[in-house]
T-cell receptor
Framework: EDKVVQSPLSLVVHEGDTVTLNCSYE??????LLWYKQEKKAPTFLFML????IEKKSGRLSSILDKKELFSILNITATQTGDSAIYLC?????????FGKGTKLSVIP | GAVVSQHPSRVICKSGTSVKIECRSL??????MFWYRQFPKQSLMLMAT?????????EQGVEKDKFLINHASLTLSTLTVTSAHPEDSSFYIC???????????????FGPGTRLTVL
């Protein structure tokens, strides 16, 4: 059975802090790992990672995949209150997308 | 806990036929269920939100007569793609929401998705 585990489940930081969100996965016929940010309705796509060791960056967000250790991290530097959201990671297999339970990030001024 | 299943996981059908996709929360009662469509750039588009026993709320641009949603119980929602066309081919994902114990927000748990291919 495919499994994606995120940690921590929730996190409270002050503006300006740097945070690291973790995602471990066990996915049959693994193809890629996806990160989403969920604020209101549909999760917003952040990154898709397919290759190990190659960091993807978008502004203050970055992510990397370790296919040997079956692990990915999402880093957010200089956090802002607008970063407060639930961050989801999902492992994509051949036909399935398995989501983790998410990490709820709260950034306080 | 908090497992959501979808059935079927993959379906191939001919143009013009209707396809029903089931979404079940296996070990909890879902106050709300959501249906999403995943587009090629991996973004998820919310199609509709349904609450048990009431009509689904569709997002703008989603045809409610084409994508019929039934939320018959607190553990089951179905999406029927009526008169499917090749452009309906996509990955459909459901999620089931519940109020997290001691939390001020609704937790949402995703199903594994259904790959629909319309020939």
């Amino acid at each position: 059975e495919d499994k994606v585990v995120q940690s921590p489940l929730s996190l409270v930081v002050h503006e300006g802090d740097t945070v690291t969100l973790n995602c471990s996965y066990e996915v049959t016929n693994f193809r890629s790992l996806l990160w989403y940010k969920q604020e209101k309705k549909a999760p917003t796509f952040l990154f898709m990672l397919t290759s190990s060791g190659i960091e993807k960056k978008s502004g203050r967000l970055s992510s990397i995949l370790d296919k040997k250790e079956l692990f990915s991290i999402l880093n957010i530097t200089a956090t802002q209150t607008g970063d407060s959201a639930i961050y989801l990671c999902a492992g994509a297999g051949s036909y399935q997308l398995t989501f983790g339970k998410g990490t709820k990030l709260s950034v306080i001024p | 806990g908090a497992v959501v299943s979808q059935h079927p996981s993959r379906v191939i059908c001919k143009s013009g036929t209707s396809v029903k996709i089931e979404c079940r929360s296996l070990d909890f009662q879902a106050t709300t269920m959501f249906w999403y469509r995943q587009f090629p750039k991996q973004s998820l588009m919310l199609m509709a939100t349904s609450n048990e026993g009431s009509k689904a709320t569709y997002e703008q641009g989603v045809e409610k007569d084409k994508f019929l949603i039934n939320h018959a119980s607190l553990t089951l929602s179905t999406l029927t793609v009526t008169s499917a066309h090749p452009e309906d081919s996509s990955f459909y994902i459901c999620s089931a929401g519940r109020r997290g114990a001691g939390l001020s927000y609704n937790e949402q748990f995703f199903g594994p998705g259904t790959r629909l291919t319309v020939l």
